[in-house]
């Protein structure tokens, strides 16, 4: 049977929730403290929202592209449809946009699991792989940005943790891998053996297949494509700033929130997002607000958009998806009746 949460586990939660928003209305406070509201506006009506088509079109590719490179990652197991696959990240991403802690990733894998019949764990061994091969992509890119844009000490600091983490968290995948036998006698003496162990195999079968190289160059397509609406909106905002000044942008953002925090990274964004563009890219201080603004707007509203019309064909809430992913999580059991797919 699933446990239910102690007080000292709900006092933490309550907690790690309050320091989320905190944080969030922290940075927007920093950020907007002296907006020209009255002067940066009236620029929003000049933009070429022909850019802004762009930006968002190109933001759904992105996920669409996710989802391919997913069912990649999961090839080994099982061929799985596209569709259902897109579905289920855009519920996650929408369970990010409204929930704290991204958990939407939970959300994605659970669904994915139950949908297609087979493991939640092998499906979240999935989304770990994910995690490092983004990771490795995005240090890369670091390396190539620093060559042609000076980058602040804490920008640095944050990717010298990356690094780490990545590291460790990739040494531990290979062990897994190449060392099955030893990996799985080591987790069957783990109180969740049996969750580990097929954690282990499946990383194991992800590891050595073929369609994994597959997954890798299509991680660097799904990472590209995250340059279109940031180049789109500096065009749009009429900016002489190119690929690269996107690629800062983009490597800014995504190791600034990293970290699982409040809904939507609301606060967290625009605070990188300025931080890359004015102090980085040398965006006076007004425009830069004004633009990490609109940045949020067009590649959140999209994922709000299409994340609730992939919830309603589940008939359910994303909140009820959430309790039944924890329960699921829980208990080690089976709920693949749960939640339906969408036909």
Known sequence: MA???GPAAKDSSQWARFAVYALSFGCLLWVYHDFDWKGELPRLARIHWAWL???VASDILVYVT???RWNLLLRPIARLPLGRAVQAIYIGLFANEVLPLRSGELIRCYLQG???RISV???LSSALIERLIDGVWLILGFLLVSRVTPLPREVEA????LTAVVGGLAALVLFAVFNRRFAIHVTTKHKWSEILRTLVEGLHAMGRSRSFVASVGASLVYLALQLVPIYAMLRGYELELGWGAAATVLVVLRLGTIVPGPPGNVGVFHFFCYLAL???LGVDAQTAKSLAGLIFFT???PLLVAGSIALAFTGRNIREILRHAREHHGKHGHADEAIKPSN
């Open 299 to 301: 590649i959140t509203v």
């Open 66 to 68: 996710q989802a391919w």
């Open 158 to 161: 944050g990717v010298t943790v």
């Open 114 to 116: 139950v949908w297609n």
């Open 278 to 280: 004015h102090r980085m």
């Open 121 to 123: 764990a092998v499906v």
């Open 53 to 55: 088509a762009v930006a």
């Open 3 to 5: 446990t239910t949460p």
